[in-house]
C-alpha cells in the first residue's frame, strides 16, 4: 500500500535546517490584522489584541482533559505568541521613505509610540511582533516596500525589535516576473492548463520569484536580531520545492475567506503540497477566520482542525474581543495545539484515504476526508465529513499507516470533549454532522480487565455516549497476541 509521503517522495524539495536565533523550527501561532481590520488599523487595536491573548488564556496553554493524565507530563506548552502587523503601516505616497536615511516612514498617526515603541509593549507583555512588506515596489494596498530596499529595511525592522515578517507578491516590475507561471493542476493531475503555464518538471529555483524573496531573505540574514521569514506568494513558483531554502513558511493558495467553499479549496491545494512540511518549515494554508462569521461551529472546527494537523502556521485574524466562547474553545483545543506543535515530531498529518473520491483526486469542493499523523501523544486520526448531510465514517484500524500491523485493539480519546470513548476492537463507526471533523488521538493503554468493544458507534459532535456496542470483551494477552504496551 501506497502512503501519501511515499508517493510524493520523488518530487524535488529544498528542507531548512537549524536557523538562526532557532526561530522557526515549529509553526508560528499569534494574531495577524488583516481579517479583522484590513488597512483600518492602530496602535490601540494591536495592543487591544496582545491584551486579549493575555487575558483569553491564549498565550499558555496546556492539555486539561482529566481523562488523559498519562501524557500531561510530557507535553509542552503552547500557546499565541506573535502579534503581527500586516500592511498600511507606514505613510502612502509621497514621503513614505526618509530622503536622507532612505527608511520607510511610520504613519504616527495610526502609530504615534511608532513601531519600535509598539514593539516595546508588546514584548513587555511576553509576546513577540511581526510586521509586513512586499518584494515589489509597493505593498498590496500601495504604500512602500521593500524590492531593492532589503537591507536597509532589515537593518530598520531589527533595530526596532521585529520578531516576524511577512513578505508579500505584490507590485513587482514585469521585468521581474517569471517566464511562465506554476499550474498546481498540470502537476498534480496532469491536467491541462492555459498557455503560459510552466511545462511538468519545469525547474522553479531558477525563476526571478526565487531570485526576489532571496533577497529579502539574505539580508536578513546579515542583521543580528534573528526573525520569522514567512513568504506569502500564493504558492506560485511552485514555492513547496524551494520555500524551505528561503523562508520558515510559505503560502500555498491565494488569500482565505470565511466561507465553507475556500476551506476545502485551501484543504484541497495544501495537502498536496505537505511533503515539504517539517521542521523549520512549514506549508502556510493561511490565517485562520475562526470567530469572523461566515462558518458554522462545525465548519470552524474543521478549518481549525486541518490546519492544526497540517501543521500550517496558525495565526488567528479576528476581533478578539467579539470572539464567542465556542469559537474562543476551538481556537484554545490543547490536543490540536499539542499536536501542531508536537517538538518531537516535525511531519504533517497527511491523507490516507480521500473516501468521496479515489486517492489522489485532486478536487476543490472534495478534499481528502480521512486523514492521520503521529506524535508523542498517539496517533491522530481526522474523520472529515465535506457534505451537507450526516455521514457514517468508518475509522478502521488496520487501514491507518501507523496503526498498521500493530494490533487491532486500541484506545480513543475525542480531541473535542477531551473524553476516554473506551477501547475497540479493529476499528469503531463514527456519525460525524454535516461539514464537522471527528478527531481521536488513538493510544495503546488498554489496561487489563478494560473492556473492548467490538463495533460500535460514537458520534460528532459528541454526544459522550458509545451507541449499541457489540459484545464487549476484555482486554488481556495484548493485540493480537502482542503485548498491551504502548504504540511504538
Known amino acids: 500500500m501506497k502512503t501519501f509521503l511515499s508517493v510524493l517522495v520523488g518530487l524535488p524539495v529544498v528542507l531548512g535546517g537549524v536557523n538562526k ?7 508560528a501561532l499569534g494574531w495577524n490584522s488583516w481579517n479583522a481590520y484590513g488597512c483600518n488599523i492602530t496602535e490601540e487595536k494591536f495592543m487591544s489584541a496582545a491584551q486579549k491573548i493575555v487575558d483569553l488564556g491564549l498565550k499558555v496553554i496546556v492539555l486539561t482533559s482529566s481523562s488523559y493524565t498519562t501524557v500531561l507530563t ?20 509621497p514621503g513614505g521613505r526618509d530622503n536622507t536615511t532612505g527608511r520607510i516612514v511610520v504613519d504616527t498617526t495610526k502609530f504615534p509610540s511608532g513601531i519600535d515603541g509598539l514593539a516595546r509593549k508588546v514584548h513587555a507583555l511576553g509576546l ?6 512586499s518584494a515589489g515596489t509597493h505593498t498590496c494596498a500601495g504604500y512602500p516596500a521593500s524590492l531593492g530596499k532589503e537591507d536597509i529595511d532589515a537593518k530598520t525592522w531589527a533595530e526596532w525589535g521585529i520578531d516576524y515578517l511577512k513578505y508579500d507578491n505584490c507590485n513587482y516590475p514585469r521585468i521581474q516576473a517569471d517566464e511562465c507561471k506554476y499550474c498546481q493542476e ?14 511538468t518538471g519545469f525547474d522553479f529555483s531558477k525563476t526571478k520569484t526565487v531570485e526576489r524573496f532571496n533577497r529579502m531573505r539574505d539580508a536578513l ?40 467553499r475556500i476551506v476545502r479549496y485551501i484543504a484541497n491545494r495544501n495537502t498536496f503540497t505537505l511533503y515539504s512540511t517539517n521542521f523549520w518549515g512549514h506549508s502556510d494554508a493561511d ?3 475562526v470567530g469572523n462569521g461566515g462558518l458554522t461551529p462545525a465548519e470552524e472546527r474543521t478549518h481549525f482542525a486541518l490546519w492544526a494537523g497540517m501543521k500550517s502556521p496558525l495565526l488567528m485574524g479576528t476581533d478578539l474581543a467579539k470572539l464567542t466562547q465556542g469559537s474562543v474553545e476551538i481556537l484554545k483545543n490543547s490536543f490540536l495545539l499539542a499536536f501542531n506543535q508536537d517538538n518531537s515530531t516535525g511531519e504533517p498529518a497527511v491523507p490516507y484515504k480521500w473516501g468521496t473520491n479515489p486517492d489522489w483526486t485532486f478536487n476543490d469542493t472534495h478534499p481528502a476526508e480521512y486523514w492521520s499523523g503521529g506524535s508523542r501523544m498517539g496517533t491522530f486520526v481526522f474523520l472529515v465529513n465535506v457534505h451537507d448531510g450526516v455521514e457514517t465514517k468508518r475509522l478502521d484500524f488496520g487501514a491507518v499507516p501507523q496503526l498498521k500491523g500493530k494490533g487491532s485493539v486500541w484506545q480513543l480519546f475525542d480531541v473535542w470533549s477531551g473524553l476516554d470513548k473506551g477501547c475497540f476492537d479493529s476499528g469503531v463507526d463514527v456519525e460525524v454532522a454535516p461539514h464537522d471533523t471527528a478527531v ?7 489496561a487489563d480487565g478494560t473492556e473492548v468493544f467490538k463495533g ?22 495484548g493485540r493480537d497476541g502482542e503485548e498491551n504496551s504502548g504504540q511504538d
Open 21 to 27: 536565533g532557532n526561530v522557526g523550527k515549529l509553526p
Open 74 to 93: 510530557i507535553l509542552p506548552t503552547a500557546g499565541y505568541e506573535y502579534v503581527n502587523i500586516d500592511d498600511c503601516w507606514s505613510v502612502r505616497g
Open 128 to 133: 513577540k511582533i511581526g510586521i509586513y512588506s
Open 186 to 199: 498540470l502537476n498534480i493531475t496532469t491536467r491541462p492548463c492555459d498557455r503560459g503555464f510552466c511545462p
Open 221 to 260: 540574514d546579515r542583521v543580528e536580531r534573528p526573525m520569522v521569514f514567512s513568504l506569502c506568494q500564493w504558492g506560485e513558483a511552485n514555492v513547496a520545492t524551494w520555500g524551505n531554502g528561503t523562508g520558515q513558511s510559505w503560502r500555498t493558495t491565494t488569500d482565505i475567506t470565511p466561507t465553507w
Open 287 to 289: 490565517m485562520l477566520e
Open 440 to 446: 481521536f488521538v488513538v493510544t495503546g493503554s488498554c
Open 456 to 477: 460500535g458507534k460514537l458520534m460528532q459532535p459528541d454526544r459522550d455516549s458509545i451507541v449499541v456496542p457489540i459484545p464487549p470483551a476484555t482486554v488481556g494477552g
